[in-house]
């Protein structure tokens, strides 16, 4: 098997693609979550799927970012490497709640229960968590800026579909308003995001497609070779 750059642009289309599927599909029937409920299987099972979203979505923006990387600058490296970091913190958090959180509800109920509301913006906090509530105020602030800066230099760079591109920048403004409305709202936050990674992967994808229509020059068929004016 050969590695190519063209192989591993199509590698990360396919991780950023199957990212934004994964995202979109554990919020689906998503149960209240609780000290009681993060300790079922049902939620172990989503927590574990979105650490692995993480891990392609941290895949496939890379494979954005190098695709095209002359055409990012700063502001593409600035909203790449914040971006970045909110996917690795989303990860750590997740899975803290997957493999830690279940073991910590059992002597320590409210103090999962306020980890939870702080993380989802709902709920009464009752109480201290440490520095995890930090940990969580970083990670969702580069998520929503890191989002808006590379979404904005991705459609700068008139690369990916300029669609999704726009979807991953706004995505973060949405999350942000939907965090204050209730409930029943809150498992819409993934949706913009896990469109846009799907959008921008399948784009991605795309680019390594050889072009079919390649003109022949003159020389080629048959004509005398194409002259280029000489400088005067």
Known sequence: MTITPASLTRAAGACAVAAGVIFAGVQLGHPALNATSIATTNVEVRDSLKVLMCALALAGITGM???QLRRNGVLGLVGYVVLAAGYLGIMCVTFAAAYIMPEVAKSNAVYVDNVIAID???GAVHGSIGALK???LLVGFAYLVGGLAFGIALFRARVLARWACVLLAVGGLASAVLTLMPDAFYRLLAYPNAIAMIGLGYSL????????????????????????????
């Open 65 to 67: 970012y190098l695709s």
């Open 120 to 122: 989802t913006s709902h």
């Open 134 to 136: 930090t940990v969580i």
């Open 205 to 232: 994808w795309q680019t390594t497609k050889p072009s079919s229509a390649v003109e022949p020059s003159t020389e080629a068929a048959g004509g005398p070779p194409l002259q280029r004016p000489v400088a005067q």
